[in-house]
T-cell receptor, first 110, second 116 residues
Framework: GQNIDQPTEMTATEGAIVQINCTYQ??????LFWYQQHAGEAPTFLSY????GLEEKGRFSSFLSRSKGYSYLLLKELQMKDSASYLC???????????FGKGTKLSVIP | DTEVTQTPKHLVMGMTNKKSLKCEQH?????MYWYKQKAKKPPELMFV???????INESVPSRFSPECPNSSLLNLHLHALQPEDSALYLC???????????????FGDGTRLSIL
């Protein structure tokens, strides 16, 4: 089975940097995905990591340590539109199934 | 704009009604998914189709009946639903695991379903 843990809520200031952590315990691992979801909308793919290290994509970066079962999503130069829920999701080995964490609701304040 | 299209965007139905949710993708993906998402909760997997065959049914009640007419379309037929079935229903697609590794699932905008 999979167990994924991430903070429920975070607040950060416009223009700042925020790091959203995700820890996981899985019986198999074939990648970790980050999705952004605005209220009432579909999840939007942000990034994935399958090997250890940092993946950078514009203002968003994601890091993975497989030995520690740990990932984080880093958002730089925060904008008001970044206020959303951020979902960490783990794919099991050879599996169709994505197991989602409960999501972190990020509020960006002026 | 999403590459996975879901219709309708909103649906209100009574407990005795029969309705269908539709999903279409033209990315050539051969795996398609139905998820259910309640407010402030993560998406929960319901069904997975791979190469138009049902691969996974996560113990979903029979009042939900999926159908995959072809590689681009996925339907979810609804009958005799309960008020607790009110939720956002999301469709997603991806290449199957064996085809291309580590490709993300792409989600449609969802159908917001309310059961009266």
């Amino acid at each position: 089975g999979q167990n994924i843990d991430q903070p429920t809520e975070m607040t950060a200031t416009e223009g700042a940097i925020v790091q959203i952590n995700c820890t996981y315990q899985t019986s198999g691992f074939n990648g970790l995905f980050w999705y952004q979801q605005h209220a009432g909308e579909a999840p939007t793919f942000l990034s994935y990591n399958v090997l250890d290290g940092l993946e950078e994509k514009g203002r968003f970066s994601s890091f993975l340590s497989r030995s520690k079962g740990y990932s984080y999503l880093l958002l730089k130069e925060l904008q008001m539109k970044d206020s959303a829920s951020y979902l960490c999701a783990v794919k099991g080995a050879g599996s169709y199934q994505l197991t989602f964490g409960k999501g972190t609701k990020l509020s960006v304040i002026p | 704009d999403t590459e996975v299209t879901q219709t309708p965007k909103h649906l209100v139905m009574g407990m005795t009604n029969k309705k269908s949710l539709k999903c279409e993708q033209h990315m050539g993906h051969r795996a398609m998914y139905w998820y259910k998402q309640k407010a402030k909760k993560p998406p929960e997997l319901m069904f997975v189709y791979s190469y138009e065959k049902l691969s996974i049914n996560e113990s979903v009640p029979s009042r939900f009946s999926p159908e995959c007419p072809n590689s681009s379309l996925l339907n979810l037929h609804l009958h005799a639903l309960q008020p607790e079935d009110s939720a956002l229903y999301l469709c997603a697609s991806s290449p199957p695991p064996g085809e291309v590794s580590n490709q993300p699932q792409h989600f449609g905008d969802g159908t917001r379903l309310s059961i009266l």
